[in-house]
């Protein structure tokens, strides 16, 4: 998907065919700045949603977890899959500099790095959370149990 979308199909150009109509169907009264204000936060969220769930993705094809496996992961892991990421939006951005509607920018790679670094910062809060509320759990059950 992310190479798709570095071709010609993900330029602003085709973006705005989208994006420009749903906002003045929304806000009729709303600019042209406003809408290439709207159009720009709109594409490096998805800059940075889908570098997220690539790098998740590279963490859980590292990691390999099984079903019952309630561990947030090892911080090596997550810095290979991390650095996996980086590498994958540097060579993105060189494809899109070859592509005349596109440009491959640093900027670009930075707001994918973040992306991607977010993405797993949040996995493994919501796994330690997770990983404390089943063990808070456990512990209640078990010590109800022995004291019986």
């Not at 906002?23 to 594409?43: A, K």
């Not at 079903?67 to 899959?81: F, H, I, S, T």
């Amino acid at each position: 998907m992310i190479i798709g979308f570095s071709t010609d199909v993900g330029s602003s150009r085709h973006t705005s065919r989208i994006i420009g109509p749903v906002l003045r169907w929304l806000v009729p009264g709303i600019t042209e700045e406003s809408i290439g204000r709207v159009q720009l936060g709109v594409r490096k969220t998805a800059h940075m949603t889908e570098y997220a769930v690539l790098a998740l993705l590279m963490w859980r094809a590292l990691r390999r977890p099984g079903r019952a496996d309630r561990k947030p992961g090892r911080c090596n892991e997550m810095m290979l899959a991390f650095g996996l990421a980086v590498l994958f939006a540097v060579s993105d951005e060189i494809h899109q500099s070859f592509v005349p509607s596109r440009e491959g920018r640093v900027l670009d790679v930075l707001i994918d790095a973040l992306g991607a670094l977010l993405g797993l910062l949040a996995w493994r809060a919501w796994g330690k959370w997770r990983g404390r509320r089943g063990a808070a759990g456990a512990v209640g059950a078990g010590g109800a149990g022995e004291s019986e």
